[in-house]
């Protein structure tokens, strides 16, 4: 059987690529195992500076968590432990490499929810992107509930998620969800080219900066620039010696 996820590096840059094409990338437990995996080679591997996420084949980046595993756990109790002992979404977003996510085609339930983990989403035009999990009976579980108030408007959110209607990429771009619309043949060559971008500015300043406003969002003001202070004074480090 193919890896579900295709890890390739070169010059600092690790696309990561969902590869399961026939099923529009479904996010199965194999598929989980397997991004695990390559989140931790992310974390742990100092060649990679910058990381693209993608989806593999013509028609999706991923539509979701396999409904096919649906209930096959051995138990609720098995499934919810394995989740407690491999937070995947929670490693994600504590990663302190830029993390971009290049969506096309369907973008939906975990595949949009883990595009929300990553820092930066540039969609092609002919992406959709919803939450559809409510239509199955079911409530986002990739984060998707906490992430996507984070990006779009409150009422946006609410509005995706109790109805579980995708939106088109055009949408997504008013309303914040993804920073930029792309033609689909120029999807990868423009999240390559913003990656060189952020390749080229310092890697410690990224990881400060990328961490200053993440947990900034957490905090009252005056706490958060307390904290902009702090990281500051560590950025200035390299300058002192
Ligand atoms: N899990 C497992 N398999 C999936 C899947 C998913 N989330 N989404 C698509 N697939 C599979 C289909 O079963 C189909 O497999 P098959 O060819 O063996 O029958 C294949 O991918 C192609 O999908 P298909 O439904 O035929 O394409 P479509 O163009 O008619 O519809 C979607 C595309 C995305 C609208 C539709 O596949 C869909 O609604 N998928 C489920 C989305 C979802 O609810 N995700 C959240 C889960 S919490």
Same mark, same amino acid.
């Given at each position: 059987m193919p890896d579900t996820i295709l890890f390739e590096k070169a010059g600092g840059l690790a696309w990561v690529t969902l590869n399961r094409p026939r099923t529009l990338n479904a996010i199965n437990m194999r598929m989980r195992d397997?991004?695990?995996d390559a989140a931790l080679?992310? /974390?742990d591997d100092p060649d990679v500076r910058v990381v693209?996420?993608?989806g593999a084949g013509e028609r999706a980046f991923s539509a979701g968590a396999d409904i096919s595993e649906?209930?096959?756990?051995p138990s609720y109790v098995e499934s919810r432990r394995a989740r407690r002992q491999r937070d995947l979404w929670g490693l994600i977003l504590s990663l302190e490499k830029p993390l971009i996510a290049a969506l096309h085609g369907y973008a939906l339930g975990a595949g949009i929810e883990l595009a929300l983990c990553c820092d930066l989403r540039i969609a092609s035009d002919d992406a959709r992107l919803g939450l559809p999990e409510v239509g199955l009976g079911y409530i986002p579980s990739a984060g998707g509930t906490q992430t996507l108030p984070r990006h779009v408007p409150p009422g946006v959110a609410m509005q995706m998620v109790l109805t579980g209607d995708p939106i088109d990429a055009a949408t997504a771009?008013?309303?914040g969800l993804v920073q930029r619309v792309v033609p689909r043949e120029r999807l990868y060559e423009e999240a390559e080219s913003l990656a060189r971008t952020l390749m080229s500015r310092g890697p410690l300043a990224l990881r400060l900066a990328k961490r200053a406003v993440l947990e900034g969002l957490e905090l009252p003001l005056a706490q958060g620039l307390a904290l902009e /202070? /702090?990281?500051a004074q560590r950025a200035l480090i390299p300058f002192r010696r």
């Open positions: 397997e991004l695990w080679a992310v /974390r693209i996420f993608k649906f209930g096959t756990a771009l008013r309303y /202070r /702090r990281l």
